[in-house]
C-alpha cells in the first residue's frame, strides 16, 4: 500500500511565500520556500513567511528541501528555515545553488550542518527516484521534478514558460515524457497556474523588443532611456541590454540583485554579446545610458516614487527623460502602481508602459495549462501558487482538456490531498498553525497579528487621543477633555466630532458617586461608544486611545 498526501505551508491563494509538501509514505519532501511582500509594508513589515511549526515538529521525516527556481516567492525564506530545522539538505540547480548560499551568507545561522546540493541527475532516496529536468523561465537554471515512486509518477512544475528561451532554459515537454516513460503513469500534476486567466501562451506575449525599440530610435542619443522592471524578469532584461548593445547605449543597472544575476550569467556564458556597464553612482552623469531601475514587486515601485521625488542619491529624473515601465502589478498593489506611474509623470510626460494584456512573465497562461494537460494526461491535477479564483479557473481548463473534473483538486493552505492506492481518499483534513509570520528586519515573529491590524487601521482610519485629569478622591475629570488625532479629524468634521466626543464622555461621570465610578470600564466603554457613533457619522473606525491621569 502506498500513501501519499499533497499540501501547502503557503503560496494557495495568494501571491507568495510558496511552499509546498509532497508526504510519500510518512516522508516529506518539502518543495520550495519563499517570501512574499505584504501589501500593507508601509505599515512597517519587510517580509512574511509561512509558519514552519509543522516542519519542526516532524523534521526527522524530512528527506530534502528541493528549489526550483530562485524568485524571491520561491527560495527566500530559506535561511529562516535553516533557523527552524537543523542538518536540512537541500537540492537544486548549480545556478539556483550559487544565489541561494549568497543568500545563506548575510544571515547569522547557528546550525551549520546544512547541505545545499547540486541536482542533475535522477537522485534515489528511499524507495523514490527525485528526477530534476529544465524548464524555460525568467531566470538561468530553473527546473522541474518527477517523483518517482513505487506505483507512480508526481510532477512539479512552476514559474515557467512552454518554449525555448535559449540561455534562460528550455521546457521540452518530449524530455519530460522520456522522463515518465518508465512504466508507471503520471498520477499526479502539479502546475503553477496563477495566470490561468491569461488568454493564449505566455511565450508570444513575453517578448517586447518590438514594443518599446521605437523609443530607442527616437530618443536622442544625448538623452538618457530609464527602464523600470522586476530584477527577476532577466529575460526581459535580457531583451533591453541586446537593444542598448544594438544602438551604441550603455548600461546602468540599479538594483542590487539584478546586478547579481547579470555578473553570474555573464560568467556561465562568457559569449553573451552585452553592453558597456556604468556604475550606477554615475547615473546622474550620463547622458546616453539605459539605465535599467529594478526591484521586487513593490519595492520597485517605491523606489521608482523616491527617485520621481527626488529622494534618491545617484538618480534624479528629468524632464527630458525616456521613461518605460514593464512591471504590471499582481493583485492588491494596482493603487500602488497607478501612484508610482503618476509620480514619474510629474517628472518628465515621456513615459510608457506595458500593461498586463501587452505583456507576461515567466508563468504558465491558459493555452500553455491546456496544452501541458493534454500532452501529459495525468490522473490527477492540483493547480497552485495564485488567487483561489485562477486555480478554479485552471481547474476547468484541466476539464475543456480531457479531465474528469473529480480529479482536479484546489486546495487552499493547509488542506491536505489524500491518496491511498493511488486513490484520492479524502480533502477534508488540514494541517495546524498555517498561516503568515512575520519578519520585521532579520527577526522571525517580532511583531503579533494584533500589531498588523492595528497598523493597518491606523492607515486607513485614523486615531483619535483623548486625555485628562482625574481627581484621585472624587473619580471626576478636572478640566476639558484634550481631544487630538491622526487621519481622521478635519477643518468640516472638527465641530461635529468635538461634540459627539465631549457628549459621550460627560455621559459616563455624570450623576455617578464615587463609588460607581470604575475608570478601566470606562476607557472600555468610551472606545466601543465613540468608535460606533463616529461610524456612523463618517464611515471610519479610527483607533481610540483613552488616556486618564488620577492626580
Request: hydrophobic fraction near 40%; charged fraction near 25%.
Amino acid at each position: 500500500m502506498n500513501k501519499i498526501n499533497f499540501f501547502a505551508l503557503g503560496g494557495l491563494d495568494e501571491n507568495g511565500k510558496n511552499s509546498y509538501v509532497l508526504e510519500i509514505n510518512e516522508k516529506l519532501y518539502v518543495i520550495n520556500s519563499g517570501t512574499k511582500v505584504p501589501i500593507n509594508s508601509h505599515n512597517g513589515i519587510d517580509t512574511l513567511i509561512c509558519n514552519y511549526d509543522y516542519l519542526e515538529k516532524r523534521s526527522k521525516d524530512i528527506e530534502g528541501l528541493f528549489i526550483t527556481d530562485v524568485k524571491n516567492e520561491t527560495f527566500s525564506a530559506v535561511p529562516w528555515l535553516l533557523m527552524k530545522i537543523p542538518n536540512l539538505k537541500i537540492y537544486t540547480s548549480a545556478f539556483n545553488r550559487i544565489v541561494l548560499l549568497d543568500r545563506i551568507s548575510k544571515y547569522n545561522i547557528d546550525n551549520k550542518n546544512y547541505e545545499v546540493k547540486t541536482i542533475s541527475m535522477p537522485l534515489k532516496i528511499n524507495d523514490v527516484v527525485i528526477t530534476p529536468f529544465d524548464v524555460a523561465g525568467g531566470l538561468p537554471g530553473q527546473i522541474g521534478l518527477n517523483f518517482e515512486y513505487s506505483e507512480g509518477n508526481i510532477i512539479f512544475m512552476t514559474n515557467f514558460v512552454d518554449g525555448d528561451l535559449g540561455p534562460y532554459g528550455k521546457t521540452d515537454v518530449n524530455q519530460i515524457n522520456s522522463i515518465i516513460n518508465n512504466g508507471k503513469k503520471l498520477q499526479l500534476l502539479i502546475l503553477d497556474s496563477g495566470h490561468s486567466n491569461y488568454p493564449g501562451r505566455s511565450i508570444d506575449k513575453l517578448w517586447i523588443s518590438k514594443k518599446i525599440e521605437y523609443k530607442f530610435k527616437d530618443t536622442p542619443n544625448n538623452k538618457r532611456i530609464i527602464i523600470g522592471l522586476y530584477d527577476e524578469d532577466m529575460i526581459t532584461a535580457h531583451e533591453i541590454l541586446v537593444l542598448a548593445k544594438r544602438y551604441n547605449r550603455p548600461v546602468v543597472t540599479y538594483g542590487r540583485n539584478y546586478s547579481q544575476f547579470i555578473n553570474l550569467v555573464s560568467k556561465i556564458n562568457p559569449g553573451l554579446q552585452l553592453p558597456e556597464f556604468i556604475d550606477y553612482r554615475l547615473a546622474n552623469e550620463t547622458t546616453n545610458a539605459v539605465i535599467l531601475v529594478t526591484g521586487a514587486i513593490e519595492r520597485l515601485y517605491l523606489r521608482f516614487i523616491r527617485i520621481a521625488s527626488n529622494n534618491d542619491v545617484y538618480l534624479k529624473l528629468r524632464p527630458d527623460d525616456a521613461v518605460i515601465v514593464i512591471a504590471p502589478p499582481v493583485n492588491g498593489l494596482e493603487v500602488n502602481y497607478a501612484l508610482t506611474l503618476d509620480e514619474i509623470a510629474r517628472q518628465t510626460p515621456n513615459l510608457i508602459e506595458l500593461s498586463s494584456d501587452q505583456y507576461y512573465a515567466c508563468n504558465p497562461a491558459k493555452e500553455d495549462i491546456y496544452n501541458i494537460i493534454k500532452v501529459f494526461k495525468p490522473k490527477y491535477f492540483i493547480p497552485i501558487q495564485g488567487l483561489y479564483r485562477y486555480l478554479v479557473v485552471a481547474a476547468h481548463i484541466a476539464r475543456a482538456a480531457g479531465m474528469n473534473f473529480n480529479n482536479c483538486i484546489v486546495l487552499q493552505n493547509g488542506k491536505v490531498a489524500e491518496f491511498v492506492n493511488n486513490e484520492l481518499v479524502s480533502q477534508k483534513h488540514g494541517i495546524k498553525n498555517v498561516g503568515d509570520t512575520i519578519i520585521d528586519g532579520f527577526g522571525i515573529g517580532d511583531i503579533s497579528q494584533e500589531v498588523i491590524n492595528e497598523r493597518e487601521n491606523l492607515a486607513r482610519d485614523g486615531v483619535i487621543a483623548l486625555s485628562t485629569l482625574i481627581d484621585f478622591k472624587t473619580k471626576k475629570p478636572m478640566g476639558q477633555l484634550h481631544i487630538s488625532s491622526y487621519g481622521i479629524i478635519t477643518k468640516d468634521n472638527k465641530d461635529k466630532i468635538t461634540e459627539i466626543v465631549n457628549d459621550l464622555f460627560s455621559k459616563e461621570f455624570s450623576n455617578k458617586e464615587t463609588s460607581e465610578i470604575d475608570l478601566k470600564q470606562i476607557q472600555e466603554k468610551l472606545r466601543k461608544s465613540i468608535k460606533r457613533k463616529i461610524y456612523k457619522v463618517l464611515n471610519k473606525e479610527p483607533m481610540i486611545v483613552i488616556t486618564l491621569y488620577e492626580i
